[in-house]
């Protein structure tokens, strides 16, 4: 088994309440993407094989990382629908969907634990299929020759740890919310599974002019 670098995608459209209008970078997501795609070559970071889902947010930071030549686009490493789930909450069981940051933590596990229990009439697609998607291209992915990068979402994230810990859905929903727009997450193979080494790595913001760049939405 091959190591896996996970990064979420730069900051998105933050003032979409849609899956469409949301699937794009922001000025900041552009340079975020930049930021660290200039902290992997300077750090000699060697990843011969790059992936990331078929959402725009995605490949845009891709692109500003300089990895997407080559690119492998995969649509099992998409985010889930969250605005579509969102929508759903709001129709079938009242729930506002917020407008900042400090009602999606709130929101956000509400929405997870309806969701993963079967609470949500039609969802755009169910937990156990997004859980079955994750772990089939990770696994699949891990099986390859050499370390890989993978830029995709949060919340496939958030999954990908729920997988490797074994993790309840609030515990989950908890670290949704805490993964940072450009941040790399690391599994490593030990013992024939696939272990968190790294998690929320943010090192090409850390320095004090580039901490206002240190977001979730």
């Not at 003032?15 to 469409?20: L, N, V």
């Not at 605005?83 to 709001?90: G, K, V």
């Not at 979402?153 to 997988?163: D, Y």
Request: hydrophobic share 40%.
């Amino acid at each position: 088994m091959s190591h896996i670098t996970l990064v979420r995608h730069g900051q998105a459209n933050t003032g979409a309440r849609d899956e469409e209008s949301y699937d794009k970078l922001s000025p900041l997501g552009h340079q975020q993407a930049a930021w660290l795609g200039d902290h992997l070559r300077d750090s000699g970071a060697h990843h011969p094989r790059v992936y990331c889902g078929t959402l725009i947010r995605h490949y845009e930071t891709a692109q500003g990382m300089g990895v997407a030549d080559n690119i492998i686009r995969d649509p099992r490493l998409n985010e889930m629908e969250y605005f579509s789930l969102a929508q759903q909450m709001e129709k079938q069981h009242g729930l506002d969907i917020p407008t900042e940051r400090e009602g999606f933590v709130h929101h956000l596990p509400t929405v997870f634990a309806a969701w993963a229990a079967d609470e949500i009439d039609n969802p755009p697609e169910s937990w156990g299929d997004f859980n079955s998607r994750v772990s089939a291209a990770l696994s699949e992915i891990a099986e390859g020759e050499g370390p890989a990068l993978v830029v995709t979402s949060g919340g496939l994230i958030s999954i990908a740890m729920r997988q490797a810990l074994d993790l309840d859905t609030k515990a989950t929903a908890r670290m949704a919310l805490a993964i940072m727009n450009s941040s790399m997450h690391r599994l490593h193979p030990i013992g024939g599974h696939l272990c968190p080494v790294l998690f929320n790595a943010v090192p090409h913001l850390d320095m004090p002019d580039r901490h206002y760049a240190q977001t979730h939405l």
